[in-house]
């Protein structure tokens, strides 16, 4: 396994081995993504206290869900880039800062439009919301720092720094609804004997998540692939690529 982790760290073996996945990766998201929405927009029931309105969840939770699941993942690349210097991890770190700024603004955005017909305002400085703000401004952060270093290594390990610190704040957004008066619904209860939502309306969210997870894994791999070949681009087996293409 550790030989397997050492060889995925290589530039070159990562380009060639992410490739293979890339069609299965944007196939599955698609698919996933078309069985959720059409479940969760046009077979699930109305909601007998929100109406329609409540068919926001479909996009706003698993972007929600994403927002801190990405910045796990940076931080925990954040940590192996720091101790072990791969340049795939420093790579990870500055790519998954600007994947999960978008899926914050994605449950920031869907949040206040769900909170005008629920709450009667867009915005309020609720635990939650403020907390996931505070988030989008991490990613903004780690996106700053590693543009504004011109040395991608030093930038990296700046970046990388940050983005630990920051995961102090993802247990304060997960129980801020618990831990303050808030305003946001409670924390959904999935895996238990009384799963909070109806089946129904419960199946089509995981679905979206599984499907916003697939599309993340998907678009990262892309993304890690352009900056390898931006980065190596002077070694002998990226100008081979380039020419065989």
Known sequence: MWAWFHKLSSPKYYYEWSGKWLPWLGGLTILLSAIGLYWGLVVAPTDYQQGESYRIIFIHVPAAWMSMFVYMVMASAGFVALVWKTKISEIVVSECAVIGAVFTAIALVTGMLWGKPTWG??????????????????????IAIYSSI????????????LS??????????????????????????IISDKPSMDPSMLYPLL?????????????LFMRIRNEI???????????ELVTAS
């Open 207 to 219: 679905i979206m998540a599984i499907a916003f997870k697939v599309y993340f894994v998907w678009v």
């Open 229 to 239: 070949i931006s980065r190596e681009r002077a070694t002998k087996w990226v100008k």
């Open 150 to 161: 011109e040395d991608k290594r030093v930038a990296a390990k700046a970046a990388s720094m």
């Open 121 to 142: 305002t867009y915005w309020t400085w609720d635990a939650r919301l403020t907390s996931e703000l505070i988030l989008l401004f991490l990613y903004f952060g780690v």
């Open 164 to 189: 630990i610190v920051g995961v102090i704040n993802i247990p304060i957004i997960h129980y801020s609804v618990t831990w303050w008066n808030s305003l946001h619904q409670p924390n959904m209860e």
